[in-house]
């Protein structure tokens, strides 16, 4: 099976991706999660640097994967601006950010 390169824009930014032939749809819902993601958290206004705004969407993305594993992959949510989440796991989801947060400004650099 060959790979085929999609442009795609993610935050205002171009990538090109790699997809096998057949998997458009399913990158571009991906793209799309991971776009609506970002924006929300640049949009929150806290954040700025756009490498911070990937990991902390990163990290949403995955709990919410987590917080919800009957959830088939690809499922489109009701709206980009809602996480989906209930008050609880939303609550823990803003703790674990906050925790994040304090964490980065105590190193100074992700990694």
Not at 28 to 35: F, G, I, L, P, W
Not at 52 to 65: K, P, T
Not at 88 to 109: F, T
Request: glycine residues 10%; proline residues 4%; hydrophobic residues 40%.
């Amino acid at each position: 099976m060959s790979n085929k390169q999609m442009d795609v824009q993610i935050m205002g930014q171009s990538y090109i991706l790699g997809c096998p032939e057949g998997g458009e749809e399913g990158l571009m819902t991906a793209v799309r999660k991971v776009d609506a993601a970002m924006c929300k958290i640049r949009d929150a206004g806290k954040i700025k640097a756009r490498d911070r705004i990937a990991v902390l969407a990163a990290l949403n993305l995955a709990f919410e994967q987590l917080d919800s594993p009957s959830q088939p992959t690809g499922t489109a949510t009701s709206a980009p601006a809602s996480s989906g989440l209930s008050e609880d796991s939303e609550a823990r989801l803003q703790g674990l950010i906050e925790r994040l947060d304090r964490v980065i400004k105590q190193d100074g650099q992700l990694l």
